[in-house]
């Protein structure tokens, strides 16, 4: 059986080894992607295949990826040649690194049954592959978790400069690093402090807060910056990165068909945490549906797991995608971020006092906030899945709601649904309820159909519910412009708790036809 493949996907070369099991069982597998093509594991098949049979190896995939040319790909800024016969290294590992996570590794997992969580991924190179694999680790963390450094090329100009500056890397990374004592001792160039950055990297490592009991540091006694070292080495990563017996340990919960990355918005460089639940069934002929939810810290795992319930084969729903925008940060709510990117701009002066008489955050970024999710967000779902255009809503809850509203109001044809949870209409002296000619302009401009949701606790702030109600009855007539109207009040729901009971009717509101 063959179990060593060669391929071309977006134009780079691929050879994927599958390991003995993979055709008799039905179970997902660890990967690990490869530098220069994978030439470290090509050369110890046999004994990884070895390592498999005696229980030493966990069974995984192995992904060599071909470089274009390693000098520019594997490097992360350009800098001067440590010879004058080659040209300058260009630097543009960031695009390569990207390419691997968001177009190669997407394609892998379709192909081949893996698991898809960086827990689960590895990226592993030697000398300037080992480099560029250590910077996937700053730049896509949420792609890869376990990293492999064999004779890293530690000497690249900024590097260790570069590590110093850098905040802590994931908590939950596992590296393994390696070095032969001999490497670069007969340079005169910066590769002869190999072996000594090689040792302040993983000081520095450990320094910034990775547990030692995390990384793996080997240094090759009389091992020179050669493949014969760095094959050796080989199989003794994977078995640090994927010990056998990682399935005894502890480890968070996932939910199964998510993936999520780190987006940077361009106007702002704000950055924002994206997580997306994907169906297991194919999308219509016509693309999928696709939910982009705000407060993606506090609800993703709850539309995740409703959708994925819900949406089963034959009764039901059909499938749609969950976009949630999230911030990198660990509490349910990230009150300075959501006050600027969900608000138009307000003064003090036109704001009520806040009940616990702190000062009110920034605001007003709505504007651009809508820009990211128009510009960029959208354009990168786009590229990932098939998304039918004509089907994408927007949720948002409380000042999450008033943006809904505000996306609606300004650019109706935005998205097809809207739902307002408990939306803040009180926002700058009820600011909303002012811009109802603008709605009307809007919708008769954009000859857009509308569908909007306002839904409310019936416990909530009686000035909320009252609010919510108002709001319903202005824009009830605006049926007739094309905007469809519903409002929802659950009983025994505050302003927190209505989210929950919100979920099943706001995936029916949007799916159901």
């Not at 050796?232 to 056998?244: C, D, G, N, T």
């Not at 990168?380 to 948002?396: H, K, N, S, V």
């Not at 505000?406 to 009180?426: D, E, K, M, N, T």
């Amino acid at each position: 059986m063959k179990r060593l493949h060669k391929m071309t996907v977006e134009g780079r070369e691929l050879t994927v080894y599958v390991p003995p099991s993979y055709r008799e069982s039905e179970g997902r597998y660890p990967v690990a992607y490869i530098q220069d093509g994978g030439d470290q594991f090509a050369q110890c098949i046999n004994y990884l295949d070895h390592l498999f049979a005696q229980g030493r190896l966990t069974e995984l995939i192995l992904v060599g990826i071909a470089s274009h040319n390693r000098n520019d790909e594997y490097t992360p800024w350009p800098a001067l040649p440590l010879v004058d016969s080659i040209p300058p290294f260009a630097g543009i590992g960031r695009a390569y690194v990207d390419e691997v996570a968001d177009l190669i590794k997407p394609w892998i997992d379709q192909q081949y049954r893996t698991k898809r969580e960086a827990e689960h991924t590895a990226i592993i190179g030697g000398s300037l592959g080992g480099l560029i694999s250590l910077f996937a680790a700053y730049w896509r963390p949420e792609t890869f978790g376990r990293i492999g450094l064999l004779s890293a090329s530690f000497w690249y100009e900024g590097v260790m400069a570069y590590m110093k500056e850098q905040g802590d890397l994931a908590k939950e990374i596992r590296l393994f690093m390696s070095v032969g004592d001999c490497e670069g001792i007969y340079k005169h160039n910066a590769q002869k402090d190999m072996v000594q950055n090689t040792r302040n990297a993983y000081a520095l490592l450990l320094e910034k807060g990775i547990p030692a009991s995390q990384v793996r540091f080997v240094v090759e006694p009389e091992g020179t910056h050669d493949d014969l070292f760095m094959t050796k080495r080989f199989p003794e990563a994977l078995q640090w990165l994927f010990p056998v017996q990682a399935e005894m340990r502890v480890a968070a919960y996932s939910i199964p068909g998510t993936e999520q990355w780190l987006m940077h918005a361009k106007r702002t460089g704000r950055e924002y945490r994206i997580l997306v639940a994907v169906p297991t069934t194919p999308p219509p002929e016509q693309g999928y549906p696709v939910l982009y939810s705000l407060d993606g810290n506090a609800s993703f795992g709850s539309l995740a797991e409703a959708i994925r319930l819900q949406t089963r084969p034959p009764r039901g729903l059909p499938p749609a995608i969950i976009v949630s925008i999230a911030y990198d940060a660990v509490g349910p709510i990230v009150t300075d971020r959501r006050f600027y990117d969900y608000t138009v701009q307000a003064d003090t002066s036109e704001l009520r006092q806040r009940p616990d008489g702190s000062p009110w955050p920034e605001t007003g970024g709505a504007e651009l906030f809508l820009s990211f999710i128009e510009e960029e967000l959208k354009p990168a779902i786009e590229r990932r899945f098939p998304i039918d255009r004509q089907q994408q809503a927007l949720f948002g809850h409380s000042l999450g709601g008033f943006f809904a509203l505000h996306v609606l109001f300004s650019q109706p044809a935005a998205f097809r649904y809207y739902i307002a949870g408990s939306p803040s209409v009180w926002w700058k002296g009820h600011h909303l309820l002012q811009r109802l000619p603008e709605l009307e302009a809007n919708l008769l401009g954009a000859e857009a159909q509308a569908d909007l949701l306002i839904a409310i606790g019936a416990e909530e702030k009686q000035s909320m519910v009252e609010d919510a109600e108002r709001l319903y009855r202005m824009l009830a007539p605006y049926q007739e412009l094309g905007l469809r109207v519903e409002h929802r009040s659950f009983e025994g729901e505050g302003h927190v708790s209505v989210i929950h009971p919100l979920i099943s009717p706001m995936l029916r509101f949007i799916l159901q036809k």
